[in-house]
């Protein structure tokens, strides 16, 4: 299995997913809950909702297709009004649960599954309707010009330093060069900020989960919007060096003997919700003598955009040989010294289908456990590469569900790609606006099969992705492991006898080329191109 390359981010800031079974008034009644009864059944009444940074609170929203599965499986479509509410009439509920899922283009899809009005208390209630909750789609796409210059003024020329660009969604980051040089990628005709830390890697600690990592000094500097690339910047320490805070605080390991977050890896940052590179780091972090909690030294700097400032503390678990995030807690505002964040949700974990298995058809049954007993929200996300592109939220007395076929309207090749979603079950609590994660465990990922996968590459361009997913050909017709990259930029190798295809520009929206790190042809960030010492050509046979 190849691992292709795709953006890698430092640090998990406040995670914004969509809270479709969120924190409500468990002492809402069923007629406040979006629900009537009637001669002819009951119905059920939605609102289409999505967060606007403006007012800092959900709105409605106008002409999303809301396709409702009634108990017993009949399907029923409409479009949201200009107050986002739909209403579905002459429901049966002794036949059932039901299931909703809105969409409107350029947002990621939003269901709710396992409704039942006798367990409504977690739903978010609006204007007495339940909320489906859109986010989004995110774009990599923005136009951006190339900053350089020099970094001075460390008090230490052999200290590292990091600089990256703050203020907005970006990935673009600069670790220390060997002349003091930095060269960037901000965006085009937008104001930015430009921040460096001089920083040192110390040792590892001897338990093996955490860290040490002195922060000596922290600068940002500000530029106006420009449309012209920019040389000779110099960002000087000594002109644009910033107060620092420090606070010591904790936060619990669960008390399962056998959760794996337990022996996981520790990490804690502190990020702004509209900045993609954080403004505070653990300069010291492990775990506690008797294993029961996390300690760690948090500095931080407070600049004036930080409007929504979050403590991320959570911890890494070893997958076969990655570390993914296992379970995380955000807490809002700047820490006090001594602060206690409380326990970590446990990790749950997948009964169907198992862990490391082969690609699982997405509308078979999904069955999960989980260990905390004051959960009040699941959620599985589905992504298609780096793009989240549909939300699932159930109820938390429930462990199983199975994920509706989107709405007539979508267009499930385009949306959801032809090969195969991964697939994180979130449960844990949502903050007091249903907006953010508070806390919550996060599952081993899975990968589920968008559709059947029939076809072979040489004949009909088929590409269906890397393995779990099925070979784009039993034949490799010449390919060898290192592969290439066909004109519509997808990358093909041989492994284990057969081919295997990923369409970089439609799943990860990047492009094909070599890879210096890995030695073979892959979806990758870097440079890309030829192989430069020409024993692998780019061109496809």
């Known amino acids: 299995?190849?691992?292709?390359?795709?953006?890698?981010?430092?640090?998990?800031?406040?995670?914004?997913?969509?809270?479709?079974?969120?924190?409500?008034?468990?002492?809402?009644?069923?007629?406040?809950?979006?629900?009537?009864?009637?001669?002819?059944?009951?119905?059920?009444?939605?609102?289409?909702?999505?967060?606007?940074?403006?007012?800092?609170?959900?709105?409605?929203?106008?002409g999303a297709t809301v396709a409702f599965d009634a108990p017993g499986g009949e399907r029923t479509e409409t479009v949201s009004g200009a107050d986002g509410k739909v209403t579905f009439e002459g429901v049966d509920w002794s036949l059932g649960t039901a299931a909703a899922t809105a969409h409107q283009p350029d947002y990621v899809l939003s269901s709710l599954v396992n409704i039942d009005p006798s367990d409504l208390g977690i739903a978010l209630i609006i204007e007495g309707s339940i909320t489906l909750q859109m986010l989004p789609l995110e774009?990599?796409?923005?136009?951006?010009?190339?900053?350089?210059?020099?970094?001075?003024?460390?008090?230490?020329?052999?200290?590292?330093?990091?600089?990256?660009?703050?203020?907005?969604?970006s990935e673009s980051s600069c670790d220390k060069t060997s002349d003091g040089t930095f060269s960037l990628e901000v965006p085009s005709g937008e104001p930015f900020i430009i921040q460096v830390t001089e920083y040192i890697v110390g040792p590892v600690p001897p338990s093996g989960q955490g860290y040490d990592q002195p922060i000596y000094?922290?600068?940002?500097?500000?530029?106006?919007?420009?449309?012209?690339?920019?040389?000779?910047?110099?960002?000087?320490?000594?002109v644009s060096a910033m107060e620092t805070h420090t606070a010591d605080i904790t936060f619990e390991v669960p008390a399962r003997s056998e959760s794996p977050i337990r022996d996981g890896y520790g990490v804690c940052n502190m990020c702004d919700s509209g900045s993609y590179w954080c403004q505070g780091w653990s300069?010291?972090?492990?775990?506690?003598?008797?294993?029961?909690?996390?300690?760690?030294?948090?500095?931080?700097?407070?600049?004036?955009?930080?409007d929504d400032p979050r403590v991320s503390c959570g911890v890494y678990v070893l997958v076969g040989n990655q570390w993914v995030w296992g379970s995380y807690i955000s807490i809002e505002g700047y820490p006090d010294d001594g602060d206690s964040f409380g326990t970590l949700m446990d990790k749950p974990e997948w009964l169907t289908p198992e862990e490391g298995g082969d690609a699982y058809p997405i509308q078979d049954p999904l069955e999960w456990e989980v260990f905390d007993d004051n959960v009040t929200n699941i959620g599985l996300f589905l992504s298609k590469g780096e793009q989240l592109v549909?939300?699932?939220?159930?109820?938390?007395?429930?462990?199983?569900?199975?994920?509706?076929?989107?709405?007539?309207?979508?267009?499930?090749?385009?949306?959801?790609?032809?090969?195969?979603?991964?697939?994180?079950?979130?449960?844990?609590?949502?903050?007091?606006?249903?907006?953010?994660?508070?806390?919550?465990?996060i599952s081993t990922t899975i990968n589920v099969m968008v559709s059947e996968q029939v076809g072979d590459y040489w004949e009909d361009g088929a590409c269906f992705g890397d393995s779990p997913n099925p070979p784009s050909s039993p034949d490799c017709n010449g390919v060898t492991f290192e592969g290439c990259c066909d004109e519509e930029a997808k990358v093909i190798w041989c492994e284990d006898e057969v081919l295997y295809c990923v369409?970089?520009?439609?799943?990860?929206?990047?492009?094909?080329?070599?890879?210096?790190?890995?030695?073979?042809?892959?979806?990758?960030?870097?440079?890309?191109?030829?192989?430069?010492?020409?024993?692998?050509?780019?061109?496809?046979?």
């Open 1 to 62: 299995m190849k691992t292709q390359h795709v953006y890698l981010s430092v640090a998990v800031a406040c995670l914004m997913a969509i809270s479709i079974a969120g924190c409500g008034d468990d002492s809402k009644k069923v007629q406040d809950a979006g629900l009537d009864g009637g001669g002819g059944g009951e119905s059920i009444t939605f609102i289409v909702v999505e967060w606007s940074t403006d007012s800092e609170d959900w709105v409605s929203m106008e």
């Open 139 to 169: 774009s990599k796409t923005t136009e951006t010009l190339g900053v350089s210059g020099t970094v001075v003024g460390l008090q230490d020329a052999d200290h590292e330093w990091k600089a990256s660009v703050v203020g907005m969604k």
């Open 217 to 238: 000094q922290w600068m940002q500097r500000s530029f106006e919007a420009t449309t012209e690339e920019l040389t000779d910047v110099e960002l000087d320490f000594a």
């Open 283 to 306: 300069t010291h972090l492990d775990i506690s003598e008797d294993g029961s909690l996390f300690e760690s030294s948090l500095v931080w700097v407070e600049p004036e955009y930080a």
């Open 390 to 441: 549909w939300g699932v939220g159930s109820t938390p007395s429930q462990t199983s569900m199975t994920v509706p076929e989107p709405p007539s309207t979508v267009d499930k090749n385009e949306l959801l790609g032809s090969s195969y979603l991964s697939a994180q079950l979130y449960a844990g609590i949502l903050d007091s606006d249903n907006h953010y994660w508070e806390r919550m465990g």
């Open 503 to 541: 369409d970089c520009p439609s799943e990860h929206e990047i492009d094909c080329g070599w890879s210096s790190t890995e030695s073979y042809y892959g979806c990758s960030d870097e440079p890309g191109g030829e192989d430069p010492s020409a024993e692998h050509p780019i061109e496809c046979p």
